[in-house]
């Protein structure tokens, strides 16, 4: 049981809860419809609806990837601006039309290649406030001083930041610093250098739910400027996490500002960081969005408290499992309690109001759990006597106890209900965008792939040149240019695309069947087809190597037009040159993934892309795979296996494995094509296939370092109408050069068909 009086002891004030735009995270979302896009601005930001956050932060873009994708810099010169470019601040506007009220903060994560001095960096942020100003017609309340997570600069912030603003018209933009995830050294900075002091309005920190003493103590608002977004392949480890990290920030932080990243989860499920975030907005092609729990454990917050509320201090504690909050609206008497219990067995909470106006209000309960979100309870729920009330939460919830009205559960009048593959073929002939926009569906991980006008019309092309190249984020480097576009779950197609080289040296590069990207320099993990101004051209599953050849006719470069083609046809990858077939390989690694247009930093142009379905003599191969993850009850294991969460590596953030001898994975399916994907890695072991009872082989998974989503082992051409059954068996043997002998299962791709749940749907 947990007792609580809430006396008239009052902390501090609470000054919302919000979400960061950053990191080429929001760009999907951008791309759907303008229906659909108003649906999800209010699911995220109108009062009283949804997610209802209060406060949205913009990364100002550099063209680095800072973890899934880069965001455009608008200025990437001294003497170049385009403030349109990029997608954070639309989003802004957008939301800002949604709800007035929203706070606006700004934060840079990369430095352009330009910026050599104190004079260079205040120009970079004086154009971004004023371009936000002029052209969105918006104003930031809050603004970082220096690089997310990285150095801070104390000179600049106070020498010429902190002035510059008051001069140019921008004094009421406050600083909040330093955006650190390794503590409060920011206040412990600022103790000692009055001038520092009195810059910054509010120190923030990142992914910590405590806070010093001289943190604390120091009179300034504590933030906690950037922590989790919900993990979608829990709620307890997940959404209901995300709630006590809400709570816990205060009770042991005295945290009064909380921000989630990402804001949204728009950006590919192979990028890094993916599968997080309260509601996910990844298939624009379809209109189709989801909605995480998350978003509604963040209206049990946001829908009933507002900024300027006080928190009482005698009604915030939390044990192993729960967390509670009280805060009030010391202008209306208005109570709200937060109560969370993240725990396997009920918890009983006793409340004395006794004193508070709220003691003799009516009290409304609304309740979260896996099974139901954000439903208002009926009077049941709750035991009320003389100013005291009695709430027993069960396992694994949330509940808002309120004096409040008028919440509500956002519904939808448009989203599509089912998920839907992107439908081929497609064409786009990268001829129509607004200059200095991105294509639609394309989500950009190195450079800057944007709509240019020029003298043979519209054309999309790199931008980004060797002389501004920029500098990176602290934790990720900046791949060569590339960018993603189109459906995880393709699988046999052919994708072309005409392009052209300016300069006289460079290369372009045309990828598909990508379905993993890492947080490194190295190319995405698919297999990409490469050819160089020489007429030297590769064929690579990522950075291995899989066939090269030369041309002598026809280069690349001299200003002129050239046709790239890939053809996927189950195992036989292709790459074509205006027409004529170069190379031709036959490999398994990768069996589905998505589309990519590559080149070097330099100027490559590109047009009329076109995406289809390939033929197999007179028939169509199936474009689509249908693809569970190692967690779907239709996979059964025998023996020995362990279920690992959590890294975004594996798709949807699980991954199975085994090392024990004979520990068996069985799968039933129908279909023309299968494939078992799963981790190769140091400590992988070797397995025993059996396909309908015949000995396929043995599957060594060793490899020097890891290689995620990887098919450890690929059948195509079976009959389609039957029912089939793959069963590996873990192996005693491993290579030598093995630490140990791990199966990693991550999923199952079939082609053509179906998994078998159970005998009716033979």
Not at 334 to 361: H, Y
Not at 648 to 655: D, E, W
Request: contains cysteine; hydrophobic residues 35%.
């Amino acid at each position: 049981m947990i007792q609580m009086k809430v006396g008239l002891r009052e902390g501090r004030i609470f000054e919302g809860i919000g979400g960061i735009t950053s990191n080429g995270m929001s760009k999907l979302m951008m791309d759907y419809s303008p229906e659909q896009l108003s649906e999800l601005m209010d699911l995220l930001f109108r009062p009283g609806y949804g997610a209802s956050l209060q406060h949205l932060k913009v990364e100002i873009g550099s063209d680095v990837n800072t973890s899934s994708g880069t965001e455009p810099s608008h200025m990437r010169s001294k003497d170049d601006l385009d403030i349109t470019r990029g997608c954070g601040l639309p989003l802004a506007k957008l939301a800002k039309e949604v709800n007035p009220e929203l706070v606006l903060e700004a934060l840079r994560w990369g430095t352009p290649r330009w910026i050599q001095n104190d004079e260079d960096k205040w120009l970079f942020y004086l154009n971004f406030l004023r371009g936000a100003r002029e052209t969105y017609g918006l104003e930031f309340d809050f603004i970082g001083p220096d690089i997310n997570e990285g150095a801070f600069d104390r000179d600049w912030a106070v020498n010429t930041l902190g002035p510059g603003l008051k001069q140019e018209g921008f004094g009421h933009i406050r600083i909040v610093a330093d955006d650190s995830e390794h503590g409060w050294d920011i206040a412990d900075r600022a103790a000692i250098d009055k001038e520092l002091f009195e810059l910054i309005h509010a120190y923030g920190v990142h992914y910590t739910q405590e806070s010093t003493e001289t943190a604390r103590s120091s009179g300034k608002p504590l933030w906690l400027s950037e922590d989790l977004a919900s993990f979608r392949h829990s709620f307890s480890d997940g959404a209901l996490m995300i709630a006590r990290r809400i709570s816990d920030s205060y009770t042991l932080g005295r945290m009064v500002r909380f921000e989630i990243h990402p804001l949204v989860e728009a950006e590919y499920e192979n990028t890094p960081y993916n599968y997080k975030g309260i509601l996910v907005t990844t298939w624009p092609w379809s209109g189709h969005y989801r909605i995480d729990p998350g978003l509604w454990i963040i209206a049990h917050y946001t829908q009933f408290i507002q900024p300027g509320w006080v928190y009482m201090d005698d009604g915030c504690g939390r044990s192993e499992y729960t967390s509670h909050v009280t805060l009030q609206n010391k202008d209306t008497g208005d109570i709200s309690i937060v109560i969370v219990n993240n725990g396997p067995e009920s918890v009983m909470f006793d409340c004395d109001l006794t004193g508070l106006p709220a003691s003799s209000r009516e009290l409304h309960v609304w309740r979260t759990t896996e099974a139901e979100q954000f439903e208002l309870q009926s009077g049941q729920t709750l035991e009320r006597e003389q100013g005291k009330l009695r709430l027993n939460a069960v396992p694994y919830s949330i509940y808002t106890v309120t004096t409040t009205t008028g919440q509500c559960k956002g519904c939808s009048g448009v989203m599509v209900e089912t998920s839907s593959s992107f439908p081929l073929p497609y064409e786009d002939g990268l001829s129509s965008g607004r200059a200095g926009a991105n294509p639609r569906h394309t989500t950009d991980q190195g450079g800057a792939f944007e709509f240019v006008s020029g003298e043979m019309g519209i054309y999309l092309q790199q931008q980004v040149t060797a002389a501004q190249i920029p500098v990176d984020w602290t934790y990720r480097r900046t791949p060569e240019p590339y960018t993603l576009l189109g459906s995880l779950e393709w699988a046999n197609y052919e994708v072309s695309v005409d392009v052209r080289l300016e300069s006289e040296y460079g290369y372009a590069m045309l990828g598909g069947r990508v379905n993993y990207t890492d947080k490194s320099v190295r190319p995405p993990e698919g297999y990409l087809f490469i050819m160089r101004h020489d007429g030297g051209c590769e064929l690579r599953r990522g950075v291995d190597s899989l066939a090269y050849g030369r041309i002598s006719e026809g280069l690349l470069g001299n200003d002129e037009w050239h046709r790239m083609k890939l053809t996927f046809a189950d195992k036989t990858i292709a790459a074509w040159w205006n027409g004529t077939k170069l190379l031709e390989v036959e490999d398994t690694e990768i069996s589905s993934g998505q589309v990519s247009l590559g080149s070097g930093y330099h100027h490559l142009a590109y047009r009329n892309l076109r995406i289809e379905p390939i033929r197999n003599g007179e028939s169509i191969l199936p474009v689509d795979c249908s693809r569970v993850i190692d967690t779907d009850s239709a996979l059964l294991y025998k023996g020995q296996w362990t279920l690992k969460k959590g890294d975004f590596n594996g798709f949807a953030r699980t991954m199975t494995h085994s090392n024990e001898e004979g520990a068996i994975l069985v799968v039933r399916f129908q279909g023309s094509g299968i494939s078992l994907l799963g981790k190769r890695a140091p400590d992988g072991g070797m397995a025993d296939i059996f396909l309908n009872g015949v000995n396929e082989g043995t599957i060594d998974t060793y490899a020097p370092e890891a290689k995620y989503r990887r098919s450890l082992f690929s059948k195509y051409g079976l009959e389609s109408g039957r029912t089939h059954e793959l069963r590996l068996v873990v192996s005693s043997g491993r290579n030598p050069r093995s630490a140990d002998r791990q199966i990693y299962a991550d999923a199952v791709e079939i082609i053509g068909g179906t998994l078998i749940r159970n005998k009716e749907d033979e």
